[in-house]
C-alpha cells in the first residue's frame, strides 16, 4: 500500500464509558484488508451530508486488532448523523 492512497472506514459509534460519553473520539471500522496497527497516527477525513469535513487522526486499535476497529479522535467534535457514515483513513 503506498502512502497516497486512503483507506475506507465507517463510523460505529462514540467511544463509551459505563456513565461518560466521549464524542471527541469515534469507532472507526477498517473496510479494506490491512492491518489496523499500520494505521495508527494517520489522518482521518469525514464529510456529513451539509460538505462539512472533520479532520482528525487515528489514537490507537480498538482491543488487540482482530476485529478491525480502531479509535480516532477529532479536536471538532464529530455529529450523531456521522454514525453509520463512511470515512477515509489517509
Keep these: 500500500?503506498?502512502?497516497?492512497?486512503s483507506v475506507p472506514g465507517v463510523v460505529?459509534?462514540?467511544?463509551?464509558?459505563?456513565?461518560k460519553?466521549?464524542?471527541g473520539q469515534v469507532y472507526?471500522?477498517?473496510l479494506a484488508n490491512v492491518s489496523p496497527h499500520s494505521l495508527v497516527?494517520?489522518?482521518?477525513?469525514?464529510?456529513?451530508?451539509?460538505g462539512n469535513a472533520y479532520l482528525g487522526?487515528?489514537?490507537?486499535v480498538h482491543g488487540t486488532g482482530r476485529n478491525g476497529?480502531?479509535?480516532?479522535?477529532?479536536?471538532r467534535?464529530?455529529?450523531?448523523?456521522?454514525i453509520g457514515s463512511e470515512v477515509s483513513i489517509l
Excluded: T
Excluded at 500500500?1 to 492512497?5: L, Q, R, V
Excluded at 460505529?12 to 456513565?19: A, D, F, I, T
Excluded at 476497529?69 to 479536536?75: D, K, P, Q
Design 21 to 23: 460519553q466521549y464524542v
Design 28 to 30: 472507526v471500522k477498517v
Design 12 to 19: 460505529l459509534g462514540y467511544r463509551r464509558g459505563s456513565g
Design 77 to 82: 467534535n464529530v455529529p450523531g448523523q456521522l
Design 1 to 5: 500500500m503506498s502512502a497516497e492512497s
Design 41 to 50: 497516527g494517520r489522518k482521518v477525513r469525514a464529510v456529513d451530508a451539509h
Design 69 to 75: 476497529v480502531v479509535i480516532a479522535v477529532f479536536s
Design 57 to 60: 487522526r487515528v489514537l490507537r
